[in-house]
């Protein structure tokens, strides 16, 4: 007997102790990002991470950290670059700090449709060109997953260019945003997300600008009812991965992360386009005030000097992209 329980003891170790091998064998990687729980953007995180655990067959497995906590999206790119976290995914404009171009990817009303967007994104050949400008500055573009385009929430009504007249509104830490909204007449306020309800709530901003996604999840619609469908910007969010961290990844790992990307991109962008007249319905029957067709045509007339001002500053590159978008939405409809 005591043979026999001593043989268990021996066997009971030997697999506790293989058991322990396999968990130090995986390697964890953290992915930040500024979305909340109920997001697209969270649910797209959630799909990668579960297919690079079963594309490397659990040698990785992602820890996706949603809400800002680990910090907000200028913190999370640059501790992406210095490796401080593995993945991150946001907004084109956001990286522009780091690749000072990718801010012409922010101009005003480029494409109409996001059949014209995914078509853009895939196929350009300057946008292209920006991406592979990133691994030197310490990340990498994966892929080009989905936010929608960019609409306003306000507290009063906003139909055109007269209505946003000295008006405050935030957004993000973007000059090519900052160009567009102040051409249109706003006054502009940078904050992090997590304080926008409470702002906009307290009245030191007038309201806000995000894709419908943002403002459903985000609940931007109770403290700011009027939501205008002025689709200003398009405005998706290429994920990206630490340079450091890409470089430790063998050929083979390379390989299954860059396809968990492309799965979740294809899944955020039929979320996305699949869902903003859903949300958009529950936020009417909550008490927002759904603007669907305001004056387009006067915003588009406002923010003309913008490409003038872009030019200033990028050249060449400036109508290089503009040519791209133009024959894109000539060929897209």
Request: glycine share 6%; net charge positive.
């Amino acid at each position: 007997m005591t043979r026999f329980r001593t043989t268990l003891l021996a066997l009971a170790a030997a697999v506790a102790l293989g058991t322990s091998g396999i968990a130090a064998a995986q390697t964890v990687l953290k992915f930040s990002h500024t979305d909340q729980q109920a997001g697209a953007r969270q649910a797209a995180a959630q799909l990668f991470a579960k297919k690079v655990e079963e594309l490397t067959q659990g040698r990785y497995k992602v820890n996706v950290f949603c809400c800002s906590q680990l910090g907000n999206d200028p913190k999370n790119i640059e501790q992406l670059a210095l490796g401080g976290i593995d993945f991150t995914v946001s907004a084109t404009g956001s990286y522009a700090p780091h690749v000072p171009s990718l801010n012409l990817t922010m101009m005003p009303f480029l494409v109409d449709s996001y059949a014209q967007g995914w078509k853009l994104y895939d196929d350009s050949k300057w946008i292209q060109a920006q991406y592979e400008k990133a691994p030197a500055k310490g990340f990498r573009f994966l892929a080009t997953w989905e936010a929608g385009f960019r609409s306003m929430t306000t507290k009063e009504p906003l139909n055109s260019p007269a209505d946003a007249a000295g008006k405050k509104l935030r957004t993000f830490p973007n000059e090519m945003m900052r160009w567009t909204l102040e051409a249109m007449g706003f006054n502009i306020q940078i904050m992090p997300l997590p304080e926008v309800y409470l702002a906009i709530q307290q009245g030191a901003v007038q309201g806000q600008e995000n894709p419908v996604d943002t403002i459903y999840s985000n609940k931007f619609y109770e403290v700011a009812p009027n939501v205008t469908l002025t689709r200003h910007v398009y405005s998706p969010i290429p994920l990206a991965v630490s340079e450091k961290t890409w470089q430790k990844l063998s050929a083979a790992d390379q390989k299954a992360v860059r396809e968990a990307a492309q799965v979740a991109a294809k899944y955020s962008r039929e979320f996305i386009a699949g869902n903003d007249a859903n949300q958009l319905k529950e936020m009417a029957s909550k008490g927002a005030k759904i603007n669907a067709q305001p004056n387009v045509e006067s915003f588009r007339a406002a923010v003309q000097p913008v490409y003038g001002k872009a030019r200033e500053k990028f050249g060449a590159d400036v109508d290089a992209l503009l040519a791209e978008a133009a024959a894109v939405r000539k060929s897209v409809k």
